[in-house]
Structures are given as C-alpha cells and as structure tokens.
C-alpha cells in the first residue's frame, strides 16, 4: 500500500521561509514522478511545482517561481519544497503527489497523471 505523508505546514508571517517535506512509502516502481500541488479556500487545486526521478527536469508555476524550490532524495523516498519570501496567496493546503508513470527525466504539471496523494498540509500566512 503506497502512503504519502506531507509535513512542515504551519502559520508563518509574510516573508518568512516555509520547507515542506512529502515522505513516500510502499512504491514498486523505482522511477516516478513527484509534485507538489496546492488548493486555496474557494479556489481550484493547482500545480505548484514537479520534479521528474533523474531530479533534471522540474516545472514552476509563474506564481511561484523565484521563491519556491523543489527538491527530491530518491534515497530517502523523500520530496521537498521550500518556500521563501511568502505571501498571504500562498495560504493554502499542499498536497505532496506521485505519478509513478513518470519517465526517468519528464514530471507533468496536469493532475490527473498523479495518482497517488497525500492529505495535505496546512500553509497560513498572515500578512
């Protein structure tokens, strides 16, 4: 059984740092895919950022880029996000998520190619 654990959510002020960490465990297939995705209040869950396994390729939303960084340590089964110089609109619960179609040096912003997720993590940032 695949279980994806986030943490490292919390209450921060704006433009305070923030790293998250998503631990995976249960996984059968060595190459995969990781992303992290988030859903503000009243809004639509979206991507935030992805990496592929070779650690290569990764993919930024606009929103995000310049102060979020993604990393993962395929030896620990572990995906990471740190988050810098955060704005209130990053108030959100994120959600660590796989595709373990992923190729070795491809990860996809879409949702739907993830399917396996955590429950999400809570990001508050007062202003």
């Known amino acids: 059984q695949v279980q994806v654990v986030e943490s490292g959510g919390g209450l921060v002020q704006a433009g305070e740092s923030l790293g998250l960490s998503c631990t995976v465990s249960g996984l059968t297939d060595d190459e995969n895919a990781m992303g992290w995705f988030r859903q503000a209040p009243g809004k639509e869950r979206e991507g935030v950022a992805c990496?592929?396994?070779?650690?290569?390729?990764?993919y930024y939303a606009d929103s995000t880029k310049g102060r979020f960084t993604i990393s993962r340590d395929n030896a620990k089964n572990t995906l990471y996000l740190q988050i810098d110089s955060l704005k209130p609109e990053d108030t959100a619960v994120y959600y660590c998520?796989?595709?373990?179609?992923?190729?070795?040096?491809?990860?996809?912003?879409?949702?739907?190619?993830?399917?396996?997720w955590g429950q999400g993590t809570q990001v508050t940032v007062s202003s």
């Open positions: 990496v592929s396994w070779s650690g290569r390729s990764t």
């Open positions: 998520a796989i595709d373990d179609t992923g190729p070795y040096d491809y990860c996809s912003a879409t949702e739907t190619d993830y399917n396996y």
